[in-house]
């Protein structure tokens, strides 16, 4: 789920960052920090860290920005989801169709036909489900373990502008940053809220003294 990867990157470093006094190959690690440390890259997952970078000797200038492009060789720590991974998490929140997973660096959530074949029934006051056969509880601090089973990166989506007669509409953007999204399974066995594999172990243990 997380690692550490290499990966060559183009970095355009605008002509006020470029001093002489100043170590550039730290400058472009700044530029790549503030630039991709803890956004979505598609097919590569969430950058968590930017580690290290080094640049090649010569800069590149195009005629149409006023900038300098370097070639980065960088480290990065990235979270990458693995099919069928199983995982843990805090529960963040419950709603009546799903409960929302922190999994360290980003959330998921599982869907309640993925949670479990009980039905439940859910409380909007206090945001908690109970079941209706096994009376279980299921609120926000609450632990569950689960398995990846689906995932989807979503890159941005831009409108294109639309004419309408006289009538002009700009280009907008729909999603104006990429996204990872995870959806978890907890109802095979060994799976699901711990506090409830941690009662049945128990039982089990008795039941083999």
Known sequence: MFFLTRAKITVPVEPKYLDPSKDLNNVVLDILRKTFEGTVVENIGLVIAVLESKIGEIGRITMKKPVVYFDAETELLIFKPIRDE?????????????????????DAFCPLNQ???????????????????????????????GRIIRFEYRVPVELQPIRRGTEFLPSQEVRPKSELRIILRGKDRGLGLLKVLVETEKEVLKLVE
């Open 86 to 106: 199983i995982v843990e998490g805090e529960i963040l929140d419950v709603s009546q169709t799903a409960v929302y997973v922190n999994l360290g660096c980003l």
């Open 115 to 145: 949670l479990s074949t009980e039905r439940f029934r859910f409380n909007a006051r206090e945001k908690k489900l109970r079941g209706v056969r096994s009376k279980v509880q299921i609120s926000k601090g609450d632990w569950l373990r």
